[in-house]
């Protein structure tokens, strides 16, 4: 599973968060009161990565939101595991 640990849904309010987790890369940040979340391919960036190879989703601005897209996350990756290379 992906670990948050040090990230906070206080943490999110201010800042935009990036991650890799065997061969998946995903950003989560604020937006109004929504969590925006995008997976995408590694080796590359968030923005050298070509939009067509990211996926989007969103959950409440909330701590059980946070929790929600973490877990969207591992699902995402377990279910598409032809679209994540671990370099």
């Not at 670990?3 to 849904?9: C, D, F, K, Q, V």
Request: net charge negative; glycine share 4%.
């Amino acid at each position: 599973m992906i670990s948050s640990i040090g990230l906070s849904i206080q943490f999110l309010k201010k800042e935009v968060y990036t991650g890799s987790h065997n061969g998946i890369r995903y950003l989560l940040r604020k937006e109004e009161d929504v969590l925006k979340v995008c997976v995408y391919p590694e080796p590359y960036c968030f923005e050298a990565t070509n939009n067509d190879d990211k996926t989007w989703n969103e959950f409440p601005f909330s701590p059980e939101g946070l929790n929600k897209a973490l877990l969207w996350i591992e699902d995402y990756q377990n279910q598409h595991p032809e679209k994540f290379t671990i370099f």
